[in-house]
T-cell receptor, first 115, second 116 residues
Framework: QQQVKQSPQSLIVQKGGIPIINCAYE??????FPWYQQFPGKGPALLIA?????SEKKEGRFTISFNKSAKQFSLHIMDSQPGDSATYFC??????????????FGQGTELSVKP | DTEVTQTPKHLVMGMTNKKSLKCEQH?????MYWYKQKAKKPPELMFV???????INESVPSRFSPECPNSSLLNLHLHALQPEDSALYLC???????????????FGEGSWLTVV
């Protein structure tokens, strides 16, 4: 119940395409869903995050869609660029006391954007 | 740029050595974390400190010893490590809220550890 399932494992798109990465969870206590972007040799960087009281959030070219009833959320990257090539992790956490420090990560998606 | 600073960036140590990883943040956060990340895997939580007290220990072997000297600093002391402990060690921080820790977690660039 603590898992977050992420797919696909890897993704190749052409420049300008719209890669979509999907995540699903079971624990209804999760109340915060961030996405992290990680370049090789670097730490994960917070990209965008959403709480379950909204169905969509946009920041620049990045959009999170959230479906609370299906317990699924996804990341869309509009007009993707080669510089977006990185590994993307979805995650979930809860503010329940003594569990609030735990980010449960998906397994990651390695995105490659071809010129 | 991340506001969580980790040193050293790279560390090579023998199995009998004692070394430490250091982390510093100046965002006023009161929760700090150690994560371990292997290649092509997600980060795995090791320890959480909230208000300088150890809040979560994910059953980490005692050869890893965390320390939080103050609200801005977090150390990870390493002793008698094994080659399989070679990984990227990530420090992170977040605001600490009443009754628990905040959700938005910011990571440092990590310390690459190689155990020989």
């Amino acid at each position: 119940q603590q898992q977050v399932k992420q797919s696909p494992q890897s993704l190749i798109v052409q420049k300008g395409g719209i890669p979509i990465i999907n995540c699903a969870y079971e624990n209804t206590a999760f109340d915060y869903f961030p996405w992290y972007q990680q370049f090789p040799g670097k730490g994960p960087a917070l990209l965008i995050a959403i709480r379950p009281d909204v169905s969509e959030k946009k920041e620049g070219r990045f959009t999170i869609s959230f479906n609370k009833s299906a317990k699924q959320f996804s990341l869309h990257i509009m007009d993707s660029q080669p510089g977006d090539s990185a590994t993307y992790f979805c995650a979930a956490s809860t503010r329940i006391y003594n569990q609030g420090g735990k980010l449960i990560f998906g397994q990651g998606t390695e995105l490659s954007v071809k010129p | 740029d991340t506001e969580v600073t980790q040193t050293p960036k790279h560390l090579v140590m023998g199995m009998t050595n004692k070394k430490s990883l250091k982390c510093e943040q100046h965002m006023g956060h009161r929760a700090m974390y150690w994560y371990k990340q292997k290649a092509k895997k997600p980060p795995e939580l090791m320890f959480v400190y909230s208000y300088e007290k150890l809040s979560i220990n994910e059953s980490v072997p005692s050869r890893f010893s965390p320390e939080c000297p103050n609200s801005s600093l977090l150390n990870l002391h390493l002793h008698a490590l094994q080659p399989e402990d070679s990984a990227l060690y990530l420090c992170a921080s977040s605001q600490a809220l009443r009754g628990g820790v905040g959700n938005t977690i910011y990571f440092g660039e990590g310390s690459w550890l190689t155990v020989v």
